[in-house]
């Protein structure tokens, strides 16, 4: 069975009402982007020790689409291998979206701030 993953909206910068003239100009993004996932897997993840957290892919292979949203308690560091080899070290705080249908994601772990529990909801998707 065969589910679509939806990403549409936008993102915006604008100069705040109070804020000094600069010069610099306002940007706006659309954002589109459809995707069918043959298949899926969505946790909420706790971490509550300071050592390194293997996350599991369910019985997904190689994942396309990782997102990574509502941490809570605090920043986590999150490590991600894929099918190239390389493996990326990305921090976050609050969300994290990445779809990488030509390089997909083979390995995922992830680490809390020492001492600080932390929770977040971990989607992967493999097309």
């Known amino acids: 069975?065969?589910?679509t993953f939806a990403l549409r909206g936008y993102i915006s910068v604008t100069q705040g009402p109070v804020a000094t003239p600069t010069g610099?100009?306002?940007?706006?993004a659309l954002l589109e982007s459809?995707?069918?996932l043959s298949k899926k897997?969505?946790?909420t993840v706790s971490l509550d020790a300071d050592a390194v957290e293997v996350i599991s892919l369910g019985d997904i292979a190689t994942?396309?689409?990782l997102v990574i949203t509502?941490?809570?308690?605090?920043?986590?560091?999150?490590?991600?291998?894929?099918?190239?080899?390389?493996?990326?070290?990305?921090?976050v705080?609050?969300?994290?979206?990445?779809?990488?249908?030509?390089?997909?994601?083979?390995?995922?772990d992830m680490q809390?701030?020492?001492?600080?529990?932390?929770?977040?909801?971990i989607l992967v998707g493999e097309v």
């Open 70 to 91: 509502n941490v809570t308690g605090g920043q986590i560091v999150v490590r991600i291998t894929t099918a190239a080899g390389a493996t990326q070290i990305v921090p």
């Open 24 to 28: 610099d100009f306002g940007l706006t």
């Open 1 to 3: 069975m065969s589910e």
């Open 93 to 108: 705080t609050d969300t994290l979206l990445l779809i990488s249908t030509t390089s997909p994601i083979t390995a995922i």
């Open 63 to 65: 994942a396309d689409v």
């Open 112 to 121: 809390r701030v020492a001492g600080v529990v932390t929770t977040c909801n």
């Open 34 to 36: 459809t995707l069918t």
């Open 41 to 43: 897997h969505a946790a």
